[in-house]
């Protein structure tokens, strides 16, 4: 399974309105952690893609979105259900490991 790229359009019926659980990586243009965390983030959509959603958003193009869902650094690693925002990861705590861990809580 491959990662869906949504933009401001898009989030709201793929993600808001969207069936199960959905991660989505919220990353922004010239953000470096968050291009060193993507590669990670498309390995788990491999992973663990039948089992949850996985979208990427570039918040440089959707600020409204961005600021929205509340997303106050970047990147942020966000888990949503039926529409709300169940947990997230935001910076120094979006770690690869971390969130591996979130994942698996959630599937």
């Known amino acids: ?3 869906i790229e ?3 359009k ?3 019926p793929e993600v808001l309105q969207g069936e199960g659980k959905i991660l989505v990586d919220f990353f922004g243009d010239g953000c470096v952690p968050c291009a060193a965390l993507m590669p990670h983030v498309h390995e788990f959509a491999e992973k663990y893609g039948d089992q949850m959603k996985f979208t990427s958003m570039n ?4 600020r409204r979105v961005a600021i ?3 997303v106050l650094g970047l990147p942020t690693i966000a888990i949503y259900e039926n529409g709300e925002k169940i ?3 935001v910076k120094d705590d979006a770690t690869p490991e971390a969130v591996e861990e979130m994942i698996k809580r959630h599937i």
């Open 1 to 3: 399974m491959s990662m």
């Open 6 to 8: 949504v933009d401001k």
């Open 10 to 12: 898009t989030f709201e």
């Open 59 to 62: 918040t440089s193009k959707a």
């Open 68 to 70: 929205g869902q509340q």
């Open 87 to 89: 947990e997230e990861l």
